[in-house]
């Protein structure tokens, strides 16, 4: 039978699991273009932990 803690660390798993495939698809096809012309690609990933993040924010505002 698995105890609280487990339950929590997989609901965190599947959370960070489900903000990083979110975050990867944001920072790559989400973002506009224009926003981040002339910009390098560790800008990109820079944005990438805070996507993990708030990524239901983000999803929210998207739709």
């Known amino acids: ?3 609280i803690a487990q339950y929590i660390s997989y609901g965190l798993g599947i959370y960070v699991l489900i903000g990083l ?3 990867l698809y944001f920072i790559t096809l989400g973002l506009r273009r224009e926003a981040l012309a002339g910009r390098g690609i560790i800008i990109r990933f820079m ?3 805070g996507a993990i993040l708030i990524w239901p924010l ?3 505002a998207k739709t």
């Open 58 to 60: 983000l999803l929210k």
């Open 21 to 23: 495939v979110f975050g």
């Open 1 to 3: 039978m698995l105890n």
């Open 47 to 49: 944005l990438l932990p």
